[in-house]
C-alpha cells in the first residue's frame, strides 16, 4: 500500500539543473530500493538511478553518471534526483519507483510501485 508522489519537473535549457522529489506514503519502509526510470517518445522505459533503502548503496545508469544523483531522506520518506548539466537527450517523462525485491535494481519489471510520473523538458 504504498502511494510514490513526483514532483520537480519542468523545462529548463540545455546545462541547467532541475531536482525532482518523490515521497511515499504508506508503509515506506517495506521496499528494498526507490529509484527513478525515465521514457522518451519513441523510447522503451530506462533505468536512471536507484537508492538502497536500508543503506545508502546507489546505482546509476551509464549515461547519467557524473550528471545526476540521487539521495533520500529517510525521514520524510523521500527520494530526490538532482540532475546537472541536462542534456536535449535527457528529455523524458521520469517515474519514481519502489520495490521489495532483491533481484535487480535495474530491471523495471522488479519494481513493485509506481509514480503518476514527471515530465522533464530540456531544450537546446
Known amino acids: 500500500q504504498v502511494q510514490l508522489v513526483e514532483s520537480g519537473g519542468g523545462s529548463v535549457q540545455a546545462g541547467g539543473s532541475l531536482r525532482l522529489s518523490c515521497a511515499a506514503s504508506g508503509r515506506a519502509f517495506r521496499y528494498t530500493y526507490m529509484g527513478w526510470f525515465r521514457q522518451a517518445p519513441g523510447k522503451e522505459r530506462e533505468f536512471v538511478a536507484t537508492?538502497?533503502?536500508?543503506?545508502?548503496?546507489?546505482y546509476y545508469a551509464d549515461f547519467v553518471k557524473g550528471r545526476f544523483t540521487i539521495s533520500r531522506d529517510s525521514a520524510k520518506n523521500t527520494v530526490y534526483l538532482q540532475m546537472n548539466n541536462l542534456k536535449p537527450e535527457d528529455t523524458a517523462v521520469y517515474y519514481c519507483a519502489a520495490q521489495v525485491g532483491t533481484t535487480s535494481y535495474s530491471d523495471g519489471k522488479m519494481y513493485n510501485y509506481w509514480g503518476q510520473g514527471t515530465q522533464v523538458t530540456v531544450s537546446s
Open positions: 537508492i538502497t533503502w536500508s543503506a545508502y548503496s546507489t
